[in-house]
Structures are given as structure tokens and as C-alpha cells.
């Protein structure tokens, strides 16, 4: 099962349930009009750790260490100590945005508790890839994230691919499983766009910003500042890498093509640019998901094959009878 | 390579990223190597991959066959898999590759109508012991199956002068009294069964013509 068919089946009941989409046709009522009793319980069915750690599980082994909690936001483990002190540190790091676009128009056609819910589930499908991929997610907005990879006990090369696989997982859900179901139900052009950078050592500096407890251990990098205006120019489900991370990859060529304008001015005569990555094409040459007859891509990560069933092959190999003709 | 090989060759691997291109001319042909996985049509992905390499012939492309080599070695050399010792895959009847090379191929369907449908057979053959859609029996006797079918009879002598008639070696007028099975004229009788075979082109009915002189031959003697 696609590890993300949970988040999508209770985004998909809560659609088919929702009293403003059915009626709206026929009625502007106001949503206090409608029983929304039945959100509580489809919140309570989107996945949480447990399918978390079953995923990782599948993924690394049934050896692997069980999650019992995720880390509070705005505080980075490997930087934690850094809270309510004016202590600051140089640590790399890869900064990474995501948000899904267009989503406003789910208002015009849903409940608030459906958009509310929907939201939920798109956020919590997003922290779990995030968090299967080994990320920290350090701020929710609204339906996007910023999110840290990388720490004291991690290699750059794997925090970059870490970061690559978990935004690629993100960038397909959205425009593939959310975004048909959608599409089928009318709503049109929802989509994600990414933006990640790596900031070296002596780029990031690690502090805390804030006063008392109204605060967050955050980075101040040129690096963690170009995420999100890498983000600003992705296409439509597209993600865009700063060239850094890139830097981190031994094969690239066939994964990140360069922008034509840099994204930054050093005004000394230096440019730093950044690329579009094809995340598809990473997903599936790293065996991340395989492709159908028609090229249709299908998330292979932590996939369990079970419940095959012969009939459903029928339909394709009925085109073929083979016969055989060599001496 | 031509202007369409290349282009159909840069479609295809823009589309299926397990495909990479390893020699643009082996032997007259450009290689591309790469991975089928088989996905079903409810989306399942099924646990067996198959390694491939897919030659396709510069000379006269897009009227032109791809060949089929299985290298993961997952299906297992025999006559009943349909593949060679050396892994060429048997995909279709020459007369529907015949077909498609006649109209001229694209790299992408010709992937999607008769190479990726032969990996989802073979796993259904694993799986339940049977091709889908059966299969033709081996060498000549698929041929013989293959008129069966395509002509609806089991009368060897009457197929062969149905390929007699197609080929021209009997000539009938339209008007004439159909000499196949003088039931009218040839133009309401046979005629129409003639002409459907012409399109799988001269030179392979000869063969086929070939064949059926033989087994009739040895049958009558």
C-alpha cells in the first residue's frame, strides 16, 4: 500500500462527507447549518506515530528504533541547548520550504471543518515524510513547513539526499494522489513548490530568537533565507535546489537543470545558482517508486505488496501472445 | 540515426526514467537498457522487475522492430516463456510485428502495446500457469495456429489456397466462380479472406506458403 493512502482516505471522506460541497447547487447555508460532528472522528483517523514507525520499520528493518515522540517545533535537538540563552553556534545546515498553492479555493467549495481538516491532513502526510526521511520540521504555516535537515551526527551527502528523497515524497502525494482526487471533485491547480538550500559552517549560525518562551532555536544563514526565494520561482509541484546541495551529489547531470538567472548577487563578481531538481526521475532511479505502462510513477517507498491478485493483470497482458520461433 | 529514431529514443527515455541509452549504434542499432517493474491496474506493484535491453534498428526506422533482451535472467530460458537461450523475448506473431512495422512504429507505444504487455504475461503465467490470451504454439505450428485463427478454419489445403489466391499464384477474375469453394463469385466468397492476409506483405505469406506446402505434403504422403 502507498504509505500515504491513510492521509488520503480521510481527506477523501471528509470531501465526499462534506454538506456545503454536496448542496452547493442548491444552498448557501451557513456551515453552522450543517452537523459537523463526524470531523472529530476522521481527525482522530489520520495516522500518527504508529503508522510512522510502521513505515520505518518496513523501510529500515524491523530493528529499527520506535519514535515515541517527535521533537517540539523551533527547537532543533542538536541545537536545543542553545533555548532562552544569547549563546549562538556555526553548524550546517539544509533549510528546506514547502507549501501547497491554490489551496484558498478549497474555501469557496467546502466547510471550514472540511478545509480545516483537509489542511491537516496534507500538513501531517508532509511531517510524516519528513520525519520518515530523517528532517526536523521546525515551523508549520498554514499547509507548508520549514524544515531542517541535517545535525551533529549526520553526514552532508546523506542529510542532501535525506532532503531530496523526503521533498520528492511530498512533491508526489500533492501531484499525484491529492491532486486527482481533487481534480475529479472539480478543484483544479492545487499544487506544491519547494525550495532547499545548504549552508556550510561558517554560513549558519545557530541561536535563539525570541524573548522567554515566545520564542525558537533558529538559524541566520544567507543560506536559510534563499530557501524560500528559491521557492518563489519552482513551477508547479516543482522543487528548486541551491547549488550547495548539490555540490553534495556525485551524480547530477540527469536531476538538476540550471536556472538561467542566479538567485543571488555577491557583488564582488560571484553568483550562487540554483536548479530545478527532477524529483521524478530521482524517485525512481533510486527505486523510490516505479513506473506503470505509461509512465505513471507509483511511490515504492515502504510498499507491501500484498493482496495481488492475477486478475488485475489481465487487462495488460491480454495484449500480448507471445509465440516462439528460434532454432 | 535518423531524425525520428532520435527524437522517438529522447521521448521515450523523457518518459521512462529506468531507461538509460548505452550505445547509439551496436551493430546498426541504438541500446537502451533498463528496468520494467510491473505495476497492475489497480496500481498494485508486483515484487518481480525485469532487466532489459531494447535494440532498435536504425536502418529504415520507424519501419522498423525493436528487439527484446531479458538480462536479469528472471524468466526462465525455456520454449514455453517464449524467450531464446540468450534472452531475446518472442514478443508477438511476425505477422502483428509485421503490422506495426508496415505503419511505422513509436518507440513509446510499440513499448506500451507489445513489450510491457509481455513481462505482465509472463508474471500472469507464473502466477496461474497460463497466458491471458493463450499463446501460439512453436515454430510452424503458430503459423498454422495463427491462419486458424485469423481465417476461422482447420482446412490446411483450404488456407493455402486462400494464400495462393492472395499471393497471385492462382489468378481469379472478380466475376469468376470461386475456385477456393464454388459457392459464387470469388468477389462475395473468398476474396475478402484473401485480401485480409495481404497486408502482412508478400514476402511472409511466401514463407507461410512455404510451410503449409510442406505439412500438407507430408501429411499426404
Redesign the interface.
Known sequence: M?IFRPYLNVIKKAVNQDPKNSNRLFSNAPDESYDLSYIQGLRNELPGLETLNESRQLIKGLGSPLITSLPRLGNHPDFSHLRSTTATEKHWIISAFVDVQKSTQLHNRFTLATVALITEGIVKASIFAVNLCGGYVHRIQGDGLMVYFGGKNIEKSQATKDALKAFAMISFFVKNDLKDYFESNGIKDIYTRSGIDLGHDNQVLWMYSGIGESGEVTTCSLHTSLAPKMQATASSNGIVVGQYLINQLTSVDKYFNRKSKPIWDYEDGRFYDHYDFNW??YL??NNFA??????DI?L?VG?N?K????V???????????????K | MNSRLRRDVSEFLN????FNLVDINRNGSVILEGQI???????????T?YKVQILIPHLNYPNAIPEVKEVSKNIKRD?DF????NG???????HKLILAERSGIVLIKFY???I???F??H??KL??GK??????E??EK?ILQFYREELKTNDLKFTKKIIEAAIGRIKIGNNDQCPICNTGKYKKCCKAKADSILKYGLKRIKEDLNIYEIIILGITN
Open positions: 502507498d521524478e526521475r525512481v532511479d516505479v513506473q506503470n505502462q505509461t509512465g507509483l515504492n510498499y505488496s493482496h495481488l491478485n492475477p488485475n493483470l489481465s487487462p495488460i497482458a491480454k495484449n500480448s501472445k507471445p509465440y516462439f520461433d528460434f | 518518459l521512462y526514467y529506468n517493474n510491473i505495476v497492475d491496474v489497480l496500481g498494485s506493484i508486483w515484487d522487475c520454449w517464449h524467450i531464446s537461450e531475446i523475448c518472442c514478443l508477438a506473431i511476425p506500451q502495446d507489445f510491457y504487455p509481455f505482465v504475461n508474471q500472469h502466477k496461474t497466458y491471458v490470451n493463450g499463446e501460439f512453436h515454430h503458430g
